[in-house]
């Protein structure tokens, strides 16, 4: 009688998962456009991150009443209130903890932007297009500068 062989492993076309490094911390991903989010969010959440998306600035505010983020990544051209505005709104919360800020945008890098973002209380400043990898490498960066500071 043959003994029945192990059954093969299923081969799956998806990315190796990475290892789940963050242990849940959670990140807003503000974005007018779903299909620039869509790849960061995806990038994010395989490396073990909780990701809320919003569209729009004034819906990250509403979301950011209902759920505590660890980190905000942010475009800075929003269709309702800019990047810059929604850092001073979230930095004027008296009753919320400090929130580090990521700003992703494809705006040009000029001199006044630059200080505007200095001015915000913006730690990074990506410019578009920016790979996944990229934004994920700088969110662990700050997120441990933040844990470092503890």
Sequence with gaps: MMSASPTPRA???AAPATPRLRH?????????????????????????????EAGAGLEALALLECNCADLIIT???????DG?????????RP???????????ALPLTRDRVRQVREAGIQVLLAKPCLPFTLLDCVRRVLDRGRKRL
Excluded: K
Excluded at 33 to 48: F, I, Q, T, V
Excluded at 75 to 81: G, I, M, Q, V
Excluded at 84 to 92: A, D, K, Q, T, W
């Design 11 to 13: 081969i799956s076309s």
């Design 84 to 92: 810059f505005e929604l850092c001073r709104r979230v930095r004027g």
């Design 75 to 81: 475009e800075l051209a929003l269709p309702d209130l």
């Design 24 to 52: 849940g911390s959670s990140v807003l991903l503000v974005d007018y456009s779903a299909d620039n989010r869509e790849p960061y969010a995806w990038c994010l959440e395989r490396s073990g991150y909780r990701v809320v």
């Design 95 to 105: 009753d919320s903890p400090p929130v580090p800020v990521v700003a992703l945008t």
